[in-house]
DNA sequence: AAAGTGTATTAGAGCGCTCTAATAGAAGAG
DNA sequence: CTCTTCTATTAGAGCGCTCTAATACACTTT
C-alpha cells in the first residue's frame, strides 16, 4: 500500500480511501492511485482491512450435507440475496455430523465474519444460543422457539400433514413414515404425520423407522419396512434423499411403485423432478427462504432489530408418479 | 490476550504461545493461561493471527457446481486430507460461471488462503498462471500441460475411448457424443470420443452436439439428437448429470433405454448409482484425487517443490443398465 | 474583509496477534 | 565456583490496513 502511495504521489490514506471507493476524493488522484496499483499489481489484503475496520463483508454459510441437492438449492438463494446486498458468501462442510458442523462454524467465528448462516443444523438451541453471543446467525431449514437467534424455515408440521392428507385421500391406511434421525426439521415433520394420523382416526397404524436423510438411511429404513409383517401401503419419507434410496431397495425387492407402495418425500430437490424418479414430494420455497435468511442477518448486521424473528414459509404438494392408490386388497 | 495475560499473571506473549501450543512452556503456566480464557471466553482472532504470521492454515476450495454430485465426492476426499493434515476447508461457490468462479478466487486470494483448489474451473490456463502467482493452485478436474501450477484429474481422454470401445463392442456404429461446453475436461474427452471413434473406423459417424453439464443441457442436446435424421442409437454424455438429463427427455419420447438408445454418462456419481437411474458410465477416482490435490498443495507450501506436477488418476467402466446392444435394423 | 461551510487530503494511532532477540534461571561440565 | 548450555519467559517491533482528528484550500455568506 505504502508503494503504492509512493508511486502515485498521495499519502496511503488517499489509497485507502480509493480502494474502498469512498466519496470526497478528486478524480485525478483516484485514477493515479489506481494506475498505480495496477501496475503494481496491488491487492488489498482483507484481513489487515478486517482487522482495522472490524468488519468482513462475509457471512459463512454451514451446510449439513454437501450430497443432498436441497442445500445446493438453498445457497442458490443465499447467493443472490448476499450478491444484492454487496455481500460475499463462504461455505463450510457440515459433513453431515454435529462434529463437523460445530468446527465449520468455529472456523466462521474465528474467521470474524459478519454473520452467519447454518442450514439443516444439528445442534440445540442452547449451543446455537452460545454461538450467537459471537455472531447473529440465522438457522434455515430448522424450526426453534428462541428468543435470541433468527430462523427462516417451512412450516414442516404443515407439509407432513399435506402428505398424510393426501395419501389418505388416495385410499391408505397404512401409511408408514422414515424419519431423519437427528437432522433438521425431523421433530416437525414426525410430529405433523403423527397429528395427521390420528385426526384420520389412523392412530392405529402409526409407524415409524429412523433414518438419517440420506440415500443409504431411506434404503435401509424402507427394507425394514417391507419386510414387516403388516407392511405399509405407503412410505413417507423425511428427505427426498432418503426417499429416493427407498424407492430404490423397494423396487428392488420386487414392488411396484406405486402399484403396491406409494412413496412421498420432502424438499422437492431436483432429484425429485428427475423423469426416471418423479416423486411426489413437499415443495420448500427455498430462494425465499434465502433471500429471508440474508434480511434476517442483515437488519441485526445494520442494528435495527435486537429481538429474534421467525420467518415460516408456506410448503406446498408437488403430486408426482410415485404416489396412487393402495393396491386392492 | 491482554487481560487473559493480566489475569494470568504472565505476559501476552506467553499467552500467544499457549494458545498456539507451542512447546517449551511449563504445565504450571499453561494451565494459568488456560484457566484466564476459558473465564474470560477468549477466542483468538484468526485475522490478527493470520495477518502477522502471515499463514492461514487454510485451504480454499471452489465449486463449479454445487449442484453436481460429483463435486460433493471430491469435497469428501479433499476434506479427508486436509483433517489428516490439520488443515482447515473453504467452499466458494463458482456457480457453473466463469464470472462465479473469479469471483470466488478473488475472495480467497484476499483472504490469504494458504492455497487454492479449483476444481472444474472454466478458466483458461492463462488466467489460472496469473492466479498462480499470489498463492499456489492446484486445478482438480482439469488437464494441463501449465509448467506453472498442479493439477490433479483422471485420464479423461481414455475414459472417454473406454466409453466409445465399450458401445462399439455392443454392436453400436452411431454414438453421438454431448459435450460439456466450456466446462472442464470437455477438450479431452471430447478428442478421446473423436479418436476412437476413428480407431474403429467409425470416423463418418462422429456427430458431437453440445451440452454445459447439467441437466437441463443434456435434455435440450438429447431432444435435439433424436430429432435428427439419422438419430444414434447410443449417446455417451459428458457427464452423469447430463446424461440424466439426457435419459429423461429420451424415454419421455417414447425410446426405451437401452433398448432403443444406450446412454453412458461420465464421473460414477451417487446420481448414476441410483437405482433408478442405473446408469452405465466412467468412475473418476475422488478420493485419490482429493488427497494428490491437498498432498501437492502441502508440498508447494512447505517449499518442497517449485516445478508443476501433474497427477492422472486411471479411469474405469462401470456398467449399469443403459446401456446394451443396439436394436436389430 | 472576516467568518463560515464544505471538500480534499494527510498524519498517526490503533486493530490483535506473532516473532525475533534478549534475559533470567536451572542444570551440568570443568 | 565459573562457564556453558538448555529451557522458560518477556519486551517490543511489526503485519497491512482503517479511522479519527487535523489541516489546507476554495467558495459563500454576511
Tied chains: 1, 2.
Excluded: W
Excluded at 65 to 82: C, E, K, R, S, T
Excluded at 210 to 230: C, I, P, Q, V, W
Excluded at 278 to 297: H, K, W
Excluded at 302 to 320: F, K, M, Q, S, Y
Amino acid at each position: 500500500m505504502q508503494q503504492v502511495a509512493e508511486l502515485a504521489g498521495v499519502s496511503t490514506a488517499l489509497v485507502s480511501l480509493v480502494m474502498r471507493d469512498a466519496p470526497n476524493v478528486s478524480d485525478y488522484r483516484r485514477q493515479l492511485v489506481l494506475a498505480a496499483a495496477d501496475e503494481l499489481g496491488y491487492r488489498p489484503n482483507v484481513l489487515a482491512r478486517n482487522l482495522a475496520s472490524r468488519r468482513t463483508q462475509t457471512i459463512g454459510v454451514v451446510l449439513n450435507d454437501l450430497h443432498n441437492p436441497f442445500f445446493a438449492d438453498i445457497v442458490d438463494g443465499l447467493q443472490a440475496a448476499a450478491d444484492a446486498n454487496d455481500y460475499r458468501l463462504l461455505i463450510g462442510n457440515g459433513s453431515h455430523s454435529q462434529l463437523g458442523e460445530e468446527r465449520s462454524v468455529e472456523t466462521f467465528l474465528q474467521f470474524r465474519t459478519d454473520g452467519l448462516v447454518i442450514a439443516g443444523s444439528m445442534q440445540t438451541d442452547e449451543l446455537l444460543e452460545r454461538t450467537s453471543r459471537s455472531a447473529p446467525i440465522v438457522i434455515v431449514g430448522r424450526t426453534s422457539s428462541s428468543e435470541v437467534f433468527d430462523t427462516a424455515n417451512t412450516d414442516d408440521e404443515v407439509g407432513a400433514r399435506l402428505v398424510v392428507d393426501h395419501l389418505v385421500a388416495l385410499g391408505h391406511q397404512r401409511i408408514a413414515h422414515i424419519d431423519g434421525g437427528r437432522g433438521a426439521g425431523v421433530i416437525e415433520r414426525r410430529a405433523g404425520y403423527r397429528t395427521a394420523m390420528r385426526a384420520h382416526g389412523l392412530g392405529e397404524h402409526i409407524h415409524v423407522v429412523r433414518g438419517d436423510f440420506s440415500e443409504a438411511g431411506g434404503r435401509k429404513a424402507a427394507h425394514a419396512l417391507m419386510l414387516h409383517d403388516r407392511r405399509p401401503t405407503a412410505i413417507f419419507a423425511g428427505n427426498d434423499l432418503s426417499a429416493v434410496g427407498a424407492l430404490g431397495i423397494v423396487e428392488s425387492l420386487g414392488f411396484d411403485v406405486p402399484g403396491d407402495v406409494s412413496i412421498v418425500g420432502y424438499d422437492n430437490t431436483a432429484l425429485a423432478a428427475m423423469h426416471h424418479v418423479s416423486l411426489t414430494t413437499i415443495n420448500q420455497p427455498t430462494e425465499e427462504l434465502g433471500r429471508a435468511a440474508i434480511d434476517l442477518l442483515l437488519e441485526r448486521l445494520d442494528g435495527n432489530r435486537t429481538a429474534a424473528t421467525h420467518h415460516v414459509a408456506e410448503p406446498a404438494l408437488v403430486c408426482r408418479s410415485t404416489s396412487g392408490p393402495p393396491p386392492a386388497p
